[in-house]
């Protein structure tokens, strides 16, 4: 069962498309190597929104999401299994439209540097797949 204390009326997503979400958040908040404050802020935000599983607290899956994320630094190949991973895990268009303007809006945070840009369309690119 999903919690949700936002009163906002975000979709209801399956709890692997939230995991997933999270996961595209923390990738874009390590490309470019600088974490602004809003961007620590985002992610807690969008959950708040979107609800988590209670079987699972945020607060146990976040460290492994972040060392996920952290792990593609650099890694091309490694960038493209964890986009894969995360497309494969958004089965619903709208949970595709919501992690591509998510992401898009954590980056425009700070200013989108290129780094995040080319990640953007990255992200674009795997989930129209």
């Given at each position: 069962?999903?919690?949700?204390s936002s009163?906002?009326?975000?979709?209801?997503?399956?709890?692997?498309?939230?995991?997933a979400?999270?996961?595209?958040?923390?990738?874009?908040?390590y490309?470019?190597?600088?974490?602004?404050?809003k961007e620590?802020?985002?992610?807690?935000?969008?959950v708040?929104?979107i609800?988590?599983?209670?079987k699972?607290?945020?607060?146990a899956?976040?460290p492994?999401?972040?060392?996920?994320?952290?792990?593609?630094?650099?890694?091309?190949a490694?960038t493209?299994?964890?986009?894969?991973?995360a497309?494969?895990?958004?089965?619903s268009?709208?949970?595709r439209?919501?992690?591509?303007?998510?992401?898009?809006?954590?980056?425009a945070?700070?200013?989108?540097?290129?780094?995040?840009?080319?990640?953007i369309?990255?992200?674009k690119?795997?989930?129209?797949?």
């Open positions: 069962m999903a919690t949700r009163k906002d009326s975000a979709p209801t997503f399956t709890q692997p498309e939230r995991e979400i999270v996961d595209l958040l923390h990738l874009c908040i490309a470019d190597a600088h974490i602004g404050i620590g802020d985002a992610v807690p935000k969008v708040d929104a609800g988590w599983d209670t699972l607290s945020f607060s899956y976040e492994r999401s972040i060392a996920s994320a952290r792990a593609c630094l650099g890694r091309e490694a493209k299994e964890f986009l894969q991973r497309a494969a895990r958004l089965t268009k709208e949970a439209a919501f992690a591509i303007a998510k992401c898009t809006a954590l980056t945070a700070d200013g989108t540097h290129q780094k995040e840009a080319s990640l369309f990255r992200i690119e795997a989930l129209r797949a």
